[in-house]
């Protein structure tokens, strides 16, 4: 577990710019839904997250024009158990951190990875957000 002093700026990144902070399962489950649309993103403290994942989420949030109707964030190696509820509900794609999944009505139908995250500017991981915004809560 990571001290919530270290990880306080890393939530509020996303939080101040209207993901809400899903610390719980039922949190998680009340994100997901069974109808609409809802991203899920599993924050971390690593370098990627911090270079590339998280702005490149919040400018995709700004700029892409479409949304999905619930965001929200779980932050591995911190909130345990609704980091395992939202890779519970991500069944069939490998664990990975950062990384975040896009559900409609309650299916994952859109997810990145770390690996697709590394090395990746913010502007890039912006319009893959942007992208699957656009194909799937349009």
Not at 35 to 50: I, K
Request: glycine fraction near 12%; charge should be negative.
């Amino acid at each position: 577990m990571y001290p919530p002093e270290l990880t306080a700026p890393m939530r509020a990144e996303l939080t101040g710019n209207g993901v809400d902070d899903l610390t719980t399962p039922d949190a998680v489950e009340g994100c997901v839904g069974s109808d609409g649309t809802a991203l899920v993103f599993v924050n971390s403290v690593c370098g990627c997250a911090a270079g590339g994942a998280r702005p490149g989420l919040v400018a995709a949030l700004k700029d892409s024009g479409v949304r999905p109707d619930r965001v929200g964030t779980v932050f591995a190696g911190v909130d345990r158990e609704a980091v395992d509820k939202a890779r519970e509900l991500m069944l069939g794609f490998p664990p990975s951190s950062p990384s975040a999944a896009l559900f409609k009505d309650g299916e994952v139908v859109w997810m990145i990875h770390r690996h697709q995250i590394e090395g990746s500017y913010p502007e890039q991981i912006a319009q893959a957000f942007g992208e699957a915004f656009k194909e799937h809560c349009a």
